[in-house]
């Protein structure tokens, strides 16, 4: 701890010492040449003091440098060097435009990262994906698919045969938190799991995190996926699509403000009904499917310093099954209709205080409704339930050099869950209405994280999160017996709470840290441990995206999931970093773990409390990873031994 403090007083030092002479700022971008999209981790370096910087997924960069004469070079490793001297009399703003390397190594790349970069960072379990990458991926009947990738990941696997969801380390599927941007998605699957609801052509990249989670993220307990969306950078207007067996596509983009404002626009359009009659197979005769999603982003550049992003995004599914499907809703009909939506809106804004410091704030807001219905006239009725979603996001971050990065922030979330409502769909229906009491929870959160350079060889990434959750009011919470099982039968009192109060609370510190040690320069051993508690929980008794799963929050009774993972992994890369091998060890603790009693009603239920089970459990197990980068034949091979024991308890 000693050195460590040692370390970090002493860049302090050195960073004020080099700030008291005269000295201005140099800002700008750096773009690809031939289609003017940003060139992300891209390195400016100042030749003659040997201090440098990293673009930003804009391409954006700020850097201080000395009075007089100056060499600024930028670099990347697939794109031709550029070398500019500059006269540094006032702050300026550059544009570098770099030109691709053409070679057949360089074509070939697929992976997201600079090479080495899983060796020389200090995060232990995270992946990242190009689109490039996912592309160049066997697909299914064409359609590249981001959830059906990471299943292939180590330490992955499906939840089903025909189901895009997945398990990480032991954990279940609603323990994933998945974003698009900085939206979380709670069902991301198109016909029923079949595929997913990302679009590949506005997919920039992806980042997944089943270790070493950084602290700005919160609210799962198992792995994070942060799909980043690709930026409206147009120069000029575009069409491009595509056809399918499944689905067809389209995106047209355009700039509105040369260099200042563009947006773009991509939808899909499936049609496997006319796929399905290609199947002359009774039990799928009636059968009828379909969907539709888009995509609407516009980037605005008014200077320098600042960027405002606005995303929109819609799905909707309809899927209709024939003969009676919902058993467990105690419903029958001679067919049932699914239906499902996501409508989310996200607004963003980046703003560079200076060379070192920049502030980014996110305000999202999304709804997902879930509908199962049936025509029959005496058993006609329609089921609604679904979950709105708003949360705004600040984040501070400061970077001295690639030495020493911080970064502060908070969070808040307010959860509107629609736990239930049944009513009859025809004037001759027999069923009676049923609607169950809607909740309202609010989460919050409060970050800080660091990622130093201690040495050559050393280097950590430190992270704390604060969470803080609670469940509102208007509320009834029943009391059981003691010493009794949970039932209907068993309720003794019951405990009303007001609006604007809160019915129960929880809060709880989730320590990151990660530590690398680099035995070379392309082979390193690296170590973590976290804690994530996740509140927001669903239950379900499918392997489906079955609109039939109930989400609930963290109550008196339902405890929230606290996963603790501790994690070792051994990562070199080979022939140059066109190879990259890695060895990794995981436990994993897990506590309030879901389960449900069987033959028991969920979607319906008045009393959830008297069907829920929670245990304990461990998962541990071995990854072992190897990816070929470059070359005609790329791709990666993964395998997993793993080993996940519960003890549940009775309610």
């Known amino acids: 701890m000693k050195i460590l403090l040692g370390c970090v007083l002493l860049n302090v030092f050195f960073v004020s010492f080099c700030l008291a002479q005269p000295r201005f700022e140099v800002t700008g971008y750096v773009r ?14 100042l030749l003659d003091v040997g201090l440098g910087t990293l673009t930003d997924s804009m391409g954006y960069f700020a850097l201080s440098l000395p009075k007089g004469n100056q060499t600024l070079q930028v670099s990347h490793q697939s794109f031709e060097t550029q070398q500019r001297t500059l006269t540094a009399r006032a702050n300026m703003s550059l544009t570098f435009r770099l030109t691709e390397r053409v070679t057949l190594l360089r074509e070939a790349t697929v992976t997201g990262s600079q ?10 379990g995270v992946t990242t994906l190009s689109v490039r990458t996912l592309k160049q991926l066997p697909t299914l009947m064409g359609e590249v698919d981001v959830l059906r990738t990471v299943q292939f990941l180590p330490g992955v696997s499906n939840v089903g045969e025909a189901s895009s969801g997945f398990n990480v380390r032991g954990g279940n599927a609603d323990q994933n938190l998945i974003l698009m941007d900085d939206a979380p998605l709670f069902n991301a699957s198109h016909l029923l799991g079949f595929i997913s609801v990302f679009n590949p052509d506005v997919v920039q990249d992806i980042n997944f995190y089943r270790g070493s989670v950084p602290a700005g993220y919160g609210g799962r307990a198992a792995s994070v996926l942060h799909t980043r ?25 355009a700039p509105l403000i040369r260099n200042k404002l563009a947006f773009y626009a991509a939808g899909r359009l499936a049609y496997p009904d006319q796929l399905l009659k290609l199947f002359p197979i009774k039990a799928l005769m009636g059968v009828k499917a379909g969907f539709t999603d888009g995509v609407l982003r516009a980037d605005y ?45 996200s607004l963003g804004w980046s703003h560079y205080l200076s060379a070192r410091w920049q502030i980014q704030t996110t305000g999202v807001c999304s709804r997902y409704r879930s509908t199962i219905s049936t025509p029959d006239s005496a058993q006609a009725y329609k089921l609604t339930s679904g979950i709105d979603y708003k949360q705004v996001k600040t984040g501070l971050s400061y970077a001295s050099s690639t030495r020493l990065q911080t970064e502060v922030g908070l969070s808040g979330i307010l959860y509107a869950i629609r736990s239930g409502q049944l009513e009859p769909n025809h004037p001759a229906s027999q069923v009676n209405p049923l609607f169950l009491p809607n909740v309202q929870a609010v989460e919050a959160g409060l970050y800080g994280q660091a990622e ?50 809160f019915a129960k609370t929880y809060g709880g510190l989730e320590p990151r840290l990660s530590i690398r040690l680099a035995l070379s320069e392309r082979a390193s051993i690296k170590a973590g ?18 609109p039939a799963d109930r989400w609930l929050v963290a109550d008196t009774y339902l405890k929230p999931q606290v996963a603790d993972q501790a994690s070792l992994g051994y990562f070199q890369n080979l022939r140059n ?45 071995l990854e072992l990873y190897v990816r070929k980068n470059v070359g005609l034949l790329t791709g990666w091979l993964s395998y997993t031994y793993s080993q996940t024991r519960f003890l549940v308890f009775g309610p």
Do not use: C, H
């Open 577 to 621: 970093d066109a190879v990259e091998v890695s060895v990794e060890v995981f436990y994993k603790r897990l506590n309030n773990v879901n389960d449900f009693k069987g033959g028991t009603t969920l979607l319906l239920n008045p009393y959830p409390e008297t069907v829920f089970l929670q245990g304990s459990g461990f998962s541990r197990g």
């Open 452 to 501: 130093v350079t201690l040495s050559k060889r050393l280097s950590a990434q430190v992270g704390l999160r604060y969470s803080w959750f609670g469940r509102m009011g208007p509320a009834k919470i029943y009391t059981y017996r003691t010493g009794a099982s949970r039932s209907p039968e068993t309720i003794s009192d019951s405990v009303l709470t007001g609006a604007g109060r």
């Open 115 to 124: 090479p080495g970069q899983n060796v020389r960072s200090s995060s232990v």
């Open 32 to 45: 690809n040449a031939q289609t003017d999209a940003p060139v992300a981790s891209a390195t400016v370096l």
């Open 301 to 345: 550049f008014p200077n320098a310093k600042n960027k405002l992003s606005l995303t929109l995004f819609s799905s909707a599914d309809r899927f209709r099954l024939p003969g009676d499907s919902l058993r467990q809703v105690e419903l029958d009909g001679s067919q049932s209709v699914f239906n499902w939506q996501t409508q989310m809106v």
């Open 229 to 253: 969306l690709k930026e409206a950078k147009a120069t000029r207007f575009g069409v491009s699509g595509g056809l399918g067996l499944i689905s067809s596509r389209l995106k047209i983009e």
């Open 529 to 546: 441990l976290s804690r994530m508690i996740q509140y927001l929980q669903q239950l379900t008794n499918t392997t489906a995206a079955l």
